[in-house]
């Protein structure tokens, strides 16, 4: 009986071994099935890759606007070249035979040739009385004019009080013997500008031509310019160089750079002209403006008042130049009344094209 007890326990101990076999082996099955969830999972990962593309699509956007960015700055030289470059503006002065100033002429009275070539097209034509003026006053402080060098500062301090206009003109003074000296920047400021003539003092060789290259290529040049805008330079001097690294003619091409009419005050009173002189007329004829010679010291005060009158009594014409090219070129300027028999016309002789 224990025997057969025995067989029974066994079975029954086969038996429960079967069924708890049965229930691992089922147990075993829903993995697979859950595996099912991780690959059901994997689908569920696409929003993250549908959210990439607009990340992706946003990434092109900021791509795309990151040319955008540079674009501007890649863009400004082009309004910068046709304003400054392929628009020329041109002021002048028109007298009568006698030397007196006409005023009321109109476009139609003038013929205009940029490079030989009538303009394109005039863009403006004024008769302009209260253009604002940047100037620069150069004196010479070599040796060579000390015994004239204190009235001359006075008279171009009173030429100064009755030429700059506060907030409107601005102005600098620059002394010059063998180097040129910035004693006052621009300023509209009188008394900073009779500061700093006062703060010339004479002696040493003269380096003319240097002080004409360096105002307008350092100053002038430099200086913010609108459209409409007077480049005027005030030049005292006997005109005898001797210390200059450049040359007259340099000097005069970098004023027409600089858009700027050259006045000059001769310092000689021997009562001739010198050689020198002749020097002083061909800057001021170069650059359109207009040589003075003073023999007597207290003729300087009638010539400053005489430079400040042109001054307010200025013709201003904008022009788009014909077959402009950006080599460089030399572009000779003529303008003549047609009337030329009673109106002469001073203005700048040319301009430099832009370079690419």
């Known amino acids: 009986m224990q025997t057969l007890g025995t067989r029974i326990l066994l079975k029954t101990a086969s038996l429960a071994l079967l069924v708890l076999f049965a229930a691992g082996a089922t147990a075993q099955s829903p993995a697979p099935a ?22 992706s699509a946003n990434a092109p956007a900021d791509q795309a606007q990151k040319p955008a960015d540079p ?6 030289p082009i309004p910068t070249i046709r304003t400054f470059t392929n628009e020329v503006n041109v002021v002048f002065v028109v007298t009568d035979k006698h030397g007196k100033r006409i005023t009321d002429l109109k476009q139609s009275d003038f013929h205009i040739l940029d490079d030989n070539k009538p303009p394109e097209i005039v863009r403006s034509f004024n008769a302009e009385a209260n253009l604002p003026l940047q100037m620069g006053l150069l004196i010479d ?27 409107f003109d601005q102005a600098f003074v620059v002394g010059f013997d063998v180097t040129p000296e910035v004693t006052q920047d621009f300023t509209d400021d009188t008394e900073k500008l009779a500061h700093g003539v006062h703060e010339l003092h004479p002696g040493g060789g003269t380096a003319l031509y240097d002080a004409i290259y360096f105002a ?35 000097a005069i091409d970098m004023a027409q750079r600089a858009e700027a009419v050259i006045y000059t005050i001769s310092t000689n009173v021997s009562g001739t002209k010198s050689q020198y002189d002749k020097i002083l007329e061909r800057i001021a004829d170069a650059t359109g403006g207009r040589a003075f010679f003073p023999f007597q010291i207290r003729d300087v005060v009638n010539d400053f008042a005489e430079i400040q009158e042109e001054l307010r009594s ?15 070129h030399y572009r000779p300027i003529e303008i003549v009344a ?17 370079v690419q």
């Open 338 to 354: 047609n009337d030329r028999k009673n109106f002469r016309v001073r203005a700048r002789r040319g301009w430099y094209a832009p």
């Open 216 to 250: 307008c290529r350092d100053k002038l040049l430099k200086a913010p310019k609108s459209t409409n805008v007077r480049r005027a330079i005030i030049l005292l001097s006997d005109g005898d160089d001797n210390q200059s690294h450049v040359t007259r003619e340099e």
């Open 71 to 76: 674009a501007p700055p890649g863009d400004q």
């Open 141 to 167: 402080a070599s040796n060579s004019v000390r015994d004239r060098f204190k009235f001359e500062q006075e008279s171009a301090i009173e030429f100064l009080n009755q030429t700059v206009r506060p907030r």
């Open 314 to 328: 200025q013709y201003a014409v904008s022009y788009k130049p014909a077959d402009l090219k950006a080599d460089g």
């Open 34 to 55: 859950s595996a099912a969830p991780p690959a059901a999972a994997s689908p569920a990962q696409q929003p993250p890759q549908t959210a990439t593309p607009p990340a």
